[in-house]
């Protein structure tokens, strides 16, 4: 039978393991699981979801305190869209936290970034743009355009010397979504150097229905594209996501046709992950019947997560003049929205609760909003539980070659450290 190991990720001349671990956010997927995909040869993200926060946290900048200090008198408004973000400190950002994981990149890897169009940052273009560019300034090795369309954000870095050199690769989740993008893009004669395909089973934002995802599968979809790449002479590596638990779930998709495979609810216990540990036994703990898509993201997106995640039903205020990532172009986030009918329909309450929306930055921050893959109820049997009730943490490594070597759905135990 064969292993991940017999395959391999080809990007014009170069190889690479074909595993990529998908870039989590906010620092979840964290510059040193990032590092470790590189060392072993694969392909590793980041996120850059709030990268001012993350800066603020690994590099003692200031960047949200500032941020704070000069929205301060705004808090208590229920209009938003004052609420600007500097871009040249947004570009700091960026630079310093790509840019310093750049800096201690070994092996033969790769690391890329993940950028999101849902972080409108009450400049949805402008935004964006400054991320884009800013990456690519920083010497990322690619840039993955997730949870949207992307119909002009080739355009807004197509004046970077380093566009056509930089890997760029969008996340789609049908045959339809990626003609779109091609054909808005078609004028800048690039193509993307990768496609993702991301199933249903996916962790965190989902690029289907709330109530018509499970009528989906990722071996179909990845067929379609497979089939569409054919038809069309398109010579670009596809990479199949969302419910890939073993090393041969993977070698079923590469056998298909796929190019790789991206992986991530099994790095979320590992010692690299940027989740705090008591999270982690909380997704080690859960059961099937814990696990749920729901439609609280502002986003407009359905989202799986834990049912116990304390983000659902908090009434908490608004964040945004401290973080605001997913203000809109006119100042307006779908949480405010929720949040000011419950404070106007029970004035004299202390503690209200929003059910229908979370306030996803200031909860991702705090890591209280614990989105997960399908199958993060099998996590309790990758690893050893300890006489205290609590599992032991993995390493990024074990994980890593783990799917790179197992055979027939095996998965290997860690060594036990008790």
């Given amino acids: 039978m064969k292993r991940v ?28 699981l990032a590092l470790e995909a590189a060392r072993l040869g694969g392909i590793g993200h980041i996120s850059d979801a709030m990268v001012e926060d993350v800066s603020d946290r690994k590099f003692d900048t200031s ?6 200090k000069l929205y301060k008198h705004n808090i208590n408004n229920m209009d938003k869209s004052m609420v600007q973000f500097d871009l040249e400190r947004l570009a700091q950002a960026q630079r310093l936290h790509l840019g310093r994981t750049m800096e201690q990149k070994k092996g033969p890897g790769l690391i890329f970034v993940n950028c999101m169009e849902k972080l409108t940052m009450n400049g949805p273009r402008e935004t964006l743009r400054t991320r884009l560019n800013a990456a690519l300034d920083a010497g990322i090795d690619g840039i993955t355009l997730s949870a949207g369309l992307h119909f002009g954000s080739f355009a ?6 380093r566009f056509r050199e930089a890997k760029l690769g969008i996340i789609v989740s049908s045959v339809r979504a990626l003609q779109i993008f091609l054909r808005k893009n078609a004028k800048l004669n690039r193509l993307p150097d990768y496609v993702i395909v991301e199933g249903p089973l996916a962790g965190g934002h989902l690029g289907f229905g709330l109530e018509d995802w499970k009528d989906y599968d990722l071996m179909t979809i990845t067929q379609e594209l497979l089939a569409y790449f054919k038809e069309e002479q398109l ?16 070698v079923k998709f590469l056998e298909a046709g796929a190019a790789g495979v991206q992986v991530a609810t099994r790095f979320t216990v590992t010692k690299e992950c940027g989740l705090p540990d008591k999270v982690k036994q909380e997704y080690f703990k859960a059961s099937e019947d814990d696990i749920i898509v729901n439609g609280v993201s502002p986003t407009g997106y359905p989202m799986r997560m834990l049912k116990n995640t304390p983000a659902i039903g908090a009434g908490i205020r608004p964040g945004c003049e401290s973080y605001g990532y997913l203000l809109d172009a006119t100042g307006n986030c779908a949480y405010i929205n929720s949040y000011n ?9 202390k503690n209200i609760s929003v059910m229908d929306k979370t306030c996803l930055c200031t909860h991702m921050r705090n890591f209280n909003c614990w989105t997960c893959g399908h199958y993060t109820y099998k996590l309790k049997d990758t690893s050893f539980k300890k006489p205290d009730g609590e599992y032991q943490l993995l390493s ?23």
């Fill in 5 to 32: 190991d017999d395959f391999r990720l080809r990007f014009g001349n170069e190889e690479y393991v074909p595993i990529m671990i998908g870039g989590m956010g906010v620092d979840i997927s964290t510059s040193e």
């Fill in 63 to 68: 960047f949200v305190k500032d941020k704070t």
């Fill in 156 to 161: 807004l870095m197509a004046d970077h010397p």
């Fill in 235 to 250: 010579d670009i590596p596809l990479i199949a996501a969302g419910g890939i638990f073993t090393g041969s779930d993977a």
């Fill in 341 to 349: 009918r419950e404070v106007l329909a029970h004035p004299d309450s």
């Fill in 396 to 418: 990024a490594e074990h994980v890593f070659k783990d799917y790179q070597f197992s055979t027939d759905d095996h998965i290997a135990m860690p060594e036990k450290e008790f």
